[in-house]
């Protein structure tokens, strides 16, 4: 697929035969129309935050997937090293027991973030992560492309979802998100 192409809908993109995955940023309110509008089409779908208005619409983009046999990913920040690292040091318990999370101790954009300050009463811990890219290279700036090195080893192992943002856990917050609207009487639009 040639790099520079446009497209005069997303109707048009999606009968496109040369495109395999769609990274779908629309605004929330067309996640679920567009998903599954390319889904339906045969391609795989790397989507936005939120992944859904609702529940409902989180199950029925994960049915389309597995009907269609099509990658489905709700993005996330989970995949890049200072989150990694991040887990690796709650899991292993050497950060002792978590009573409190600001991620304002993860400096930079959500996206980008190079350290991680952890403070244990009046003591502080800081690993710098610097990004690698392809090559080995270290950039900092951009934490899009390790989403992107996620999704092409998971295509590659022949995997049609994340490990790190599995479809069955963004459908988990998307029904806790139900159930906390409906006990303050909120609906989405």
Do not use: W
Request: hydrophobic content about 40%.
């Amino acid at each position: 697929m040639p790099l520079a192409r446009r497209y005069s809908s997303y109707e048009a993109l999606a009968a496109d035969d040369g495109a395999d995955l769609i990274y779908v940023a629309t605004p929330a309110s067309h996640h679920f129309e567009h998903t599954v509008l390319f889904l339906t089409a045969g391609c795989g779908v790397v989507r936005e935050t939120p992944f859904g208005l609702n529940e409902a619409q989180a199950a029925a983009m994960a049915a389309a997937a597995r009907a269609e046999g099509r990658f489905l990913m709700e993005t996330s920040p989970r995949n890049l090293p200072v989150y990694v690292r991040l887990r690796e040091l709650m899991a292993s318990g050497a950060i002792g027991k978590i009573v409190a999370f600001s991620s304002d101790r993860v400096p930079r954009l959500i996206t980008a973030p190079t350290t991680l300050v952890v403070r244990g009463g009046d003591r502080y811990g800081r690993l710098d992560l610097p990004f690698d890219r392809e090559g080995g290279r270290s950039v900092p700036g951009s934490g899009f492309h390790h989403q992107v090195r996620h999704v092409r080893r998971r295509l590659h192992d022949g995997h049609l979802d994340s490990d790190v943002m599995p479809l069955g856990e963004s459908q988990s917050i998307m029904r806790t998100l139900d159930t906390v609207r409906a006990q303050i009487g909120a609906h989405p639009a």
